[in-house]
């Protein structure tokens, strides 16, 4: 008996489309046959894009349940942001151990993105403590990128 593939469902806010990094994503997850929605609904959406800063090429990818859900699908997803000349990275807010980037790194290997461990600070914040103003945030736990009624939410629909 074959187990049938989960299929990922990537939140996105129609307004934010005409992104190119958005027409990256979309014909992968088209490739695969996995969904792209529109409406907001926290309890259907596994993955969260959220557009921050415009003119940055940084994307930051979370780890636990977004990479790790289908980390094929997330390296030809990596690749292809870094063909079209953008920075992907791995933003986790995991503790800043040797082992969990060790870990993160192995699984990796071929992508030689950096890799962010926040030890549950707050990603956004922790990424611009550190200059790097982020294009594109893809977790599933918009939670940890910033708090509540956070300016990076209301933009993208969520409130």
């Keep these: 008996m074959q187990i049938a593939e989960e299929k990922l469902t990537f939140y996105y806010n129609d307004n934010n489309l005409k992104m190119p990094s958005y027409h990256i994503i979309k014909a992968a ?6 969904y792209l929605v529109e409406f907001y609904n926290e309890f259907l959406i596994d993955i969260y894009v959220l557009l921050d800063k415009p003119d940055s090429k940084y994307i930051a ?49 071929e992508t030689n993105i950096g890799i962010y461990l926040t030890d549950g600070c707050d990603k956004r914040g922790y990424m611009r403590d550190c200059g790097i103003n982020v294009h594109l ?3 599933d736990f918009y939670p940890g990128i910033c708090r509540e009624a956070c300016s990076l939410l209301i933009e993208n629909g969520i409130e």
């Excluded at 997850?29 to 996995?34: A, F, H, I, N, S």
Aim: aromatic letters at 12%; proline letters at 3%; a negative charge.
């Design 61 to 109: 990818i979370d780890w636990d349940n977004t990479v790790s859900a289908d980390r094929t699908f997330f390296i030809d997803l990596i690749q292809r942001f870094q063909k079209a000349d953008y920075i992907p990275f791995i933003c986790t807010l995991r503790s800043p151990d040797k082992g969990n980037v060790v870990e993160i790194r192995s699984l990796l290997e």
């Design 137 to 139: 945030w893809i977790d």
């Design 29 to 34: 997850l088209k490739e695969r046959g996995d």
